[in-house]
């Protein structure tokens, strides 16, 4: 967790805390002047009411605008949202990704049902209360923008009578050599199974063992050394095994088994080893025991920025990719993500062999943890960004409901996302389906299957030969 996403949450805890001790206060003397049987009912009723409609991490205003900016040529012009339709003025401009700008405003019953835009077939849920500038995923209904038969319709919210959308094209990058950076086993089948399974040539390179947060391998009478080497070994296997699935041969796929949340001291000091956290190990080798070819790390097995450098030096010249596809640096918080791309573009300038573009994914926010919103098997709409990024161009390729189920199996596969959630979340689940409305697919119970099986997937497209 990145240092930003602490302090972000240390404030909304203290401010929950706040909070909490007035309300006690309240229910206290409602008790103690009107009736004491008051208290344990409204304490009952209070904690419903957290758990349904105020326990998200939402480490902003759901009145706050997002801040987007697109590179200057991008196609743009005004459209109308009347009798609900989009309306067009003027020809639609080639580009298979379509985002709609526009001003969503909560309506009442919003602030306890999470809005939604209906657009076309699709459905993207935004923040309960919002009122602010919002971007909508059209991509995937061009053919019905351009005929004129795009629905729109607002649930728990008011739309305006205008928005504006832009047109972005890209190539299909399927088509060319791409090299897949994960930071941890599954974070390449959250971004991108979609994208990975229909790639023409394609080498996944996953950075770490995964290892840290055993706990629950205790359970099998294991020390806390021991649960983390064998979470580490499991998910070691699964960067390796999982890809398959999605038509990636082994003889592609690459693990560098360096330890987790180690990634920023390697480059802060690369040459200096960083051992496990959590098992204490300080060799890499073992996990790279499937790698289809040595690699430079391999000679001493030190977990050390040097030798992680070296290694990505040499995969990029060995598989030579045209594009790169890795966290986005500036909106992915979690620290090894963040500096899995920094240690990218610091072997790019050392390589030989210089890819051409980088698609940045996100798997987590700062702000947000529930984005994106909504059920599974519905669009992306853009996450939040309430200060400006690099004015990226987009990229957002559309799965087939098939393709969703079969990218749902492959993170089935990931033993990280396995396991039943822990009572009291299963509890306030419950909660949120029946106050709330909220749904959760059966595809398995931790969030990244609602999350991550979608109808989009979502990239940022930096180029990196200028």
């Not at 923040?127 to 923008?145: D, F, H, I, P």
């Not at 359970?219 to 699964?238: E, F, I, T, V």
């Not at 003889?251 to 051992?275: D, K, T, W």
């Not at 009291?424 to 990244?448: H, T, V, Y």
């Amino acid at each position: 967790m990145s240092s930003r996403k602490q302090l972000l949450l240390k404030r909304h805890r203290r401010q929950k805390r706040f909070f909490l001790l007035a309300a006690l206060s309240l229910l206290a003397a409602l008790g103690l002047f009107i009736a004491w049987w008051l208290l344990p009912v409204l304490l009952v009723l209070g904690w419903l009411a957290h758990e349904a409609w105020f326990a998200d991490h939402l480490f902003y205003s759901a009145q706050d605008d997002y801040q987007y900016r697109f590179p200057a040529a991008t196609p743009r012009q005004r459209v109308s949202l009347s009798g609900g339709r989009v309306q067009l003025s003027e020809p639609l401009a080639a580009g298979e990704t379509l985002v709609l700008e526009l001003h969503v405003q909560s309506t009442g019953l919003g602030h306890c049902f999470d809005p939604r835009v209906l657009l076309g077939d699709d459905r993207q849920d935004f923040e309960r209360g919002v009122r602010g500038r919002r971007y909508l995923n059209a991509s995937g209904q061009a053919a019905a923008l351009a005929g004129g038969d795009l629905s729109i319709r607002g649930r728990f919210c008011r739309l305006p009578g205008t928005a504006t959308l832009y047109s972005m094209a890209n190539p299909d990058y399927a088509r060319q050599r791409m090299m897949l950076i994960a930071p941890h086993a599954d974070d390449a089948e959250l971004a991108a199974f979609g994208l990975y399974r229909r790639a023409a040539e394609l080498s996944i390179v996953t950075l770490t063992q995964g290892e840290i947060e055993a706990g629950r391998y205790r359970c099998l009478g294991l020390d806390a050394a021991a649960a983390a080497r064998l979470k580490g070994r499991l998910r070691s296997w699964d960067s390796m095994a999982v890809p398959l699935w999605g038509g990636v041969p082994q003889s592609r796929c690459v693990q560098l088994g360096y330890y987790c949340l180690q990634l920023p001291a390697m480059l802060a000091e690369p040459r200096q080893a960083f051992a496990s956290r959590e098992s204490g190990d300080a060799d890499v080798r073992d996990a790279r025991a499937h790698n289809p070819f040595a690699l430079p790390g391999d000679d001493d097995g030190k977990p050390c920025g040097e030798n992680l450098l070296a290694d990505l030096v040499a995969l990029l010249e060995h598989f030579r990719p045209q594009v790169v596809v890795t966290p986005h640096p500036e909106l992915d918080p979690h620290a090894d993500h963040v500096a899995c791309t920094q240690a990218l573009l610091q072997a790019v300038q050392q390589s030989f062999w210089k890819p051409e573009t980088a698609l940045l994914y996100a798997n987590h926010l700062h702000d947000n943890d529930r984005w994106p919103m909504g059920p599974a098997g519905q669009g992306i709409a853009l996450p939040p960004v309430l200060a400006p990024l690099p004015a990226d161009t987009l990229w957002s390729p559309c799965l087939s409901r098939a393709v969703q189920l079969d990218k749902a199996m492959a993170l089935a596969m990931q033993h990280d996302l396995q396991g039943r959630l822990p009572f009291k979340k299963r509890l306030r689940r419950i909660i949120q389906q029946a106050l709330a409305g909220r749904q959760w697919p059966a595809s398995g119970e931790n969030e990244f299957f609602r999350k991550a099986v979608r109808r989009h997937e979502l990239f940022w497209v930096r180029r990196l030969d200028r």
